[in-house]
């Protein structure tokens, strides 16, 4: 159904244009499983690859899913952080990229969704289980290239696309599935604190505004626990400068540069 025919600026359904309709961002819990696989069931999009459902089992049970839904629970968002992992000469296995992938917005319109989904879940990642090298994504249409774009995320080089992401990305989705060493999307520590800043930008004025209906929503936070315990260090994270995003050192891991950064923290 289409917007089109929309008032200019329709009244929320739980009340005035004074009081936006909530929506609460969160990470997944086992008892969201049913719930998830239904959403991209009924989401389906030609550039949201499938994944393995054990595997996206697995993730959500680990809280590795970040939801948007609203007050009755019904999600309209999710977007799910995968690990991809190499074993050692030892045989020990280490998180070498964490991949930001099936992101799915089905609440169209309102600019800061997409950008909330993925602060999110790259900052959780980025404290709980950071990545060795980086964060990487794939993503095959323009806006949201921008979108990430303006969040510290840059285009890999197809040269630079590791084969062993490329073969670990592609026993998680369905055989036969080719995905290829374009449109592979980087961020590393010099991109935190542009997330970081984002996420403390929100919380000043969490309400976004559809623009071609005027409609607006809030978003809140409250649900999440990773973010009632963390917020004091994503704060202080804003205000850190690793780098500009444009000149990454590749050098430089993530989990390196989270551990010394909590270090420095906890004194």
Wanted: charged fraction near 30%; glycine fraction near 6%.
């Amino acid at each position: 159904m289409s917007n089109d025919n929309l008032p200019p600026n329709p009244v929320p359904a739980n009340g005035t244009p004074d009081t936006p309709k909530k929506f609460f961002v969160r990470f997944s819990k086992i008892e969201d499983e049913q719930k998830v696989f239904d959403f991209y069931d009924l989401n389906t999009h030609k550039n949201v690859l499938q994944r393995e459902k054990d595997l996206m089992k697995g993730l959500i049970d680990d809280g590795a899913v970040v939801i948007i839904e609203d007050e009755k629970g019904t999600i309209v968002a999710a977007s799910i952080t995968y690990p991809h992992k190499e074993k050692d000469s030892d045989g020990v296995e280490h998180v070498k990229w964490q991949e930001v992938g099936t992101t799915r917005i089905a609440l169209n319109g309102y600019p800061g969704l997409f950008d909330a989904m993925i602060t999110m879940q790259v900052l959780r990642a980025f404290l709980v289980e950071p990545p060795e090298e980086r964060f990487v994504a794939q993503m095959f249409t323009d806006p949201v290239q921008k979108m990430a774009g303006k969040l510290g995320w840059r285009r890999l080089d197809e040269q630079s696309v590791s084969p062993h992401l490329v073969e670990s990305k592609e026993k998680m989705v369905p055989p036969g599935t080719s995905v290829g060493t374009v449109n592979w999307f980087h961020m590393g520590r010099e991109g935190l604190p542009v997330m970081a800043a984002w996420m403390v930008k929100t919380l000043d004025n969490p309400v976004l505004e559809n623009k071609k209906t005027g409609e607006k929503i809030q978003l809140d936070f409250s649900k999440s626990s990773f973010f009632n315990m963390f917020q004091e260090e994503i704060k202080h994270l804003a205000k850190r400068d690793f780098g500009s995003p444009d000149a990454p050192d590749m050098q430089k891991g993530v989990q390196q540069s989270r551990d010394k950064w909590l270090k420095n923290f906890f004194r």
